[in-house]
């Protein structure tokens, strides 16, 4: 079906960011789709608004105008629709990592052991079996990142918001990673919304990108100057991608466009 009469998993219309009220904007006209199964990414440099707009369209917070739609419904400003994993979503050090990736289950009133339960079934599929009864502090960064990220999906949504996932990781793990979460986010068939200012990491993953820019610290609001259709590779061919003329040839477009 031709994407553009599909009614997108999640739109963005002309939304208008202020963490103050008002006074200072932080971003406007922000309006993005992104379609069933489908991983988008917004980019942008540090400090130009795009944890600001992830959580508005978390519902965490309220833009001063626009709205933010999910499947032709209007969510603006309500939790709970759209799951997210924060930039700095790191798991509860007292916690072991089963009662942390199950948090989102107990937090919505399933009983301790059901949610343990519930949640341990997934942990094989993510690539953590033998992992539930250990402690955070004894899990690598990316393995860490895989309970962050089975944690999101357990607040049950098809709609996934990713606030710079892999920043924190080293370089050779970033990129095992990328290519996990694509795979898993295909069989999982969620549609996903990752921010990042990272431009290798977008277009590892992304199909289309959009381009954020603005200084709203210095006064300038944040909006949208373009969108970037990237080229998909052949299935089985991703593993050399980020080596190909094609891949190059965008990042630099899209790092252009950036300056
Ligand atoms: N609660 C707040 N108080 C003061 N300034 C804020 C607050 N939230 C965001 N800002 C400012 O808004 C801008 C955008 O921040 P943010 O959305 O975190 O950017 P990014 O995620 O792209 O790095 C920055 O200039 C930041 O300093
Ligand atoms: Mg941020």
Redesign the pocket.
């Known amino acids: 079906m031709d994407a553009s009469l599909q009614t997108p998993a999640l739109e963005a219309r002309n939304l208008v960011l202020s963490?103050?009220g008002g006074e200072?904007i932080?971003a406007r006209d922000i309006s993005l789709t992104v379609n069933e199964s489908e991983t988008v990414c917004l980019v942008?440099?540090?400090?130009?608004?795009?944890?600001?707009?992830?959580h508005a369209l978390a519902g965490l917070t309220r833009p001063l105008s626009g709205a933010v739609v999910l499947e032709g419904q209007d969510v603006t400003g309500t939790p709970g629709h759209i799951s997210y994993m924060l930039?700095k979503d790191l798991l509860i050090p007292s916690k072991k990592v089963i009662d942390n990736a199950a948090l989102p289950l107990v937090l919505t009133g399933v009983p301790k052991k059901e949610a343990r339960e519930r949640a341990g079934i997934l942990f094989e599929r993510f690539g953590l079996a033998g992992t539930e009864n250990s402690w955070p502090y004894q899990l690598s960064g990316g393995m860490r990142q895989r309970v962050a990220f089975l944690r999101t999906y357990l607040m049950g949504n098809k709609v996934v918001l990713l606030?710079?996932p892999f920043s924190a990781l080293d370089a050779l793990t970033r990129h095992d990673l990328r290519n996990w979460y694509k795979s898993m986010a295909q069989q999982l068939g969620l549609a996903s919304l990752m921010?990042t200012?990272d431009v290798d990491e977008a277009v590892a993953m992304s199909s289309r990108i959009y381009i954020?820019r603005g200084n709203?610290?210095a006064g300038v609001p944040?909006t949208i100057t373009a969108e970037i259709e990237v080229p998909q590779q052949e299935a089985g061919a991703e593993k050399d991608f980020e080596l190909s003329y094609e891949f190059i040839d965008c990042k630099r477009r899209v790092t252009e466009l950036l300056m």
Not at 44 to 54: A, D, M, N, R
């Open positions: 963490w103050d200072t932080v942008g440099k540090s400090g130009c608004g795009k944890t600001t707009i992830l930039q606030d710079e921010i200012h954020l709203p610290g944040s």
